[in-house]
């Protein structure tokens, strides 16, 4: 017998995987796999499922989603980049994108937004090799942000990872964390600089 639910959906809207919800709700990652396939009840777990996805039990439990606000707004149609850099640091940033992800339910309505595999351990451990990262390129830059700094090299733009320790009219100052070094750049040098608003590193 099958127990239909939203499950899929609303963790495909938070760009989570399925150990992670699974953990949340304490409960091993097979038998939720099991849960969000319908082949078991939901049953006690209803509530934690409601307070996770902040979401009421309609949600969860409705077979008419696809016609609600959460199917509405649920798109997985965020650029993802990831190239590495040739003999160098930081990824390709280019429109030939290597493939698409989960948009998080934070950057549903944000279409300028766009996602990263961080290359190199510049920025660990806030940031390990491999790690995927959103980022949004409405935000305004601040001090103690991490962002991608887009900057031009050849013929190529590269994204590049820091951490901003100081920003004024003309340059900007920089850090990384392995090892813990300062740079400064002019606003003349860069191209962009985005905003990460998130991260996952654990995939499964």
């Not at 938070?14 to 078991?40: D, N, T, W």
């Not at 451990?125 to 390129?137: A, S, T």
């Amino acid at each position: 017998m099958k127990y239909p639910n939203n499950l899929l959906t609303l963790r495909n809207m938070k760009g989570l995987q399925q150990g992670e919800v699974a953990s949340a709700i304490s409960m091993k990652q097979p038998e939720y796999s099991k849960m969000e396939r319908g082949e078991r009840r939901i049953g006690d777990h209803l509530e934690k499922l409601t307070k996770f996805f902040n979401v009421d039990t309609n949600a969860i439990q409705s077979q008419d989603i696809r016609s609600n606000q959460y199917k509405q707004k649920y798109t997985e149609d965020l650029p993802l980049f990831g190239m590495p850099v040739q003999n160098g640091e930081g990824v390709q940033m280019h429109k030939q994108f290597i493939s698409h992800t989960i948009r998080p339910d934070y950057l549903v309505e944000n279409l300028q937004s766009y996602a990263c595999f961080i290359h190199g351990s510049a920025m660990s451990p806030r940031y390990e090799h491999g790690d995927l990262i959103y980022v949004d390129p409405n935000r305004q830059a601040k001090e103690d942000d991490y962002v991608v700094i887009h900057v031009k090299q050849g013929d190529h733009i590269t994204g590049i990872f820091r951490r901003i320790i100081q920003i004024t009219d003309r340059q900007m100052k920089f850090q990384t964390l392995k090892p813990i070094k300062e740079e400064v750049m002019k606003n003349s040098e860069m191209l962009c600089v985005h905003v990460i608003v998130g991260s996952r590193t654990n995939f499964y």
